[in-house]
């Protein structure tokens, strides 16, 4: 059920939702956008400053980062996170009018070495090399871009406006300006089967049950299935716990990386590392 606030929001995004672009390909030199204008798949409507600060400040983006703000309008997201976060970021805007207006807005922010506003379809263009992906759309599109965020380099973070992915449940939400933000840390695939190595070469076999960034399991050593507690995984970092012989708790704490898994095995008298590959 959506709240009030996301109805309103969803309301005005989409009663003006118009089905192709009305603009020519070359931009219009004194093109003004009017708030509510139609887009191809959402009308523009601009975050307000402020969310957009919060927005970037959930996601922790460093300098070292590369945003890419899927719709981005006046290039407000993109700007931002260039000229207070010293991010590089990317803008990618289907109307050519309103991303030649952005890019006048990156000249006169002087950041035209670390923002760039391509002209192009969200479903179309290649985010893959972003760090962070920030985007005001709609339910309907966050759910159609879903998959191929998934598929994103572990650690992605994801901020949205107003609108949530479905049963993709957020890692964290805030309000700034009367509005929600939602951000998401793209989870690595970990679901299934995994030989794991002890020191000493003990062998043990993982099993991860994996929705979305949840996950739960079991761990079968010295021939016991023990169920996995407080299992967590955000990004690449892997942590979970098990009771073994004698009550005593075993604690995980590592990285996935791809098919491989590696990290410390603690109880409170000993550690030693664990290494695990993806059967
Ligand atoms: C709600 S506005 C958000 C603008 C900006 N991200 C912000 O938060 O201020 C959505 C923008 O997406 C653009 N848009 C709509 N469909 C698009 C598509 N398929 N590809 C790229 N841009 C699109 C619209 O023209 C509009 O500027």
């Keep these: 059920m959506l709240s009030l606030s996301r109805r309103v929001a969803f309301f005005l995004l989409s009663s003006f939702m118009a089905?192709?672009?009305?603009?020519?390909?070359a931009s219009d030199p004194n093109y003004k956008p009017s708030r509510g204008q139609s887009g191809k798949d959402v009308i523009w409507i601009p975050t307000p400053p402020e969310l957009v600060e919060k927005m970037l400040t959930m996601a922790?983006?460093?300098?070292?980062d590369r945003v890419f703000d899927l719709g981005s309008g006046d290039g407000i997201i993109a700007i931002t996170a260039a000229q207070k976060f010293k991010a590089n970021s990317v803008g990618i805007e289907f109307n050519p009018d309103m991303a030649g207006y952005a890019r006048r807005k990156v000249a006169e922010a002087g950041m035209q070495d670390k923002v760039r506003i391509i002209t192009g379809d969200i479903f179309k263009e290649d985010f893959s090399?972003?760090?962070?992906?920030?985007?005001?759309?709609?339910?309907?599109?966050?759910l159609r871009l879903r998959p191929t965020i998934l598929k994103m380099k572990p650690g992605t973070r994801v901020v949205a406006h107003a609108f949530d992915m479905g049963e993709w449940q957020a890692d964290d939400t805030a309000t700034a300006a009367g509005a929600n933000a939602f951000l998401w840390i793209v989870p690595a695939p970990v679901q299934g089967g995994w030989n794991v190595t002890l020191d000493g070469g003990k062998t043990a076999r993982?099993?991860?049950?994996?929705?979305?960034?949840?996950?739960?399991?079991?761990?079968?050593?010295?021939?016991?299935?023990?169920?996995?507690?407080?299992?967590?995984l955000r990004g690449e970092d892997l942590s979970f716990q098990y009771s073994g012989e004698g009550q005593s708790v075993s604690?995980?704490?590592?990285?996935?990386?791809?098919?491989?898994?590696?990290?410390?095995?603690?109880?409170?008298?000993?550690?030693?590392?664990?290494?695990?590959?993806?059967?």
Excluded: H, W
């Design 129 to 142: 090399s972003a760090d962070v992906i920030t985007m005001y759309l709609l339910p309907d599109l966050n």
């Design 206 to 232: 993982l099993n991860l049950e994996q929705t979305f960034q949840n996950v739960g399991g079991t761990m079968t050593v010295d021939g016991r299935t023990l169920p996995l507690l407080g299992a967590r």
């Design 19 to 25: 089905v192709g672009c009305a603009t020519t390909a």
């Design 251 to 279: 604690s995980f704490k590592g990285k996935v990386n791809g098919d491989r898994l590696s990290g410390t095995l603690s109880t409170d008298r000993s550690s030693q590392s664990l290494d695990g590959r993806r059967l």
């Design 60 to 64: 922790k983006v460093t300098p070292q």
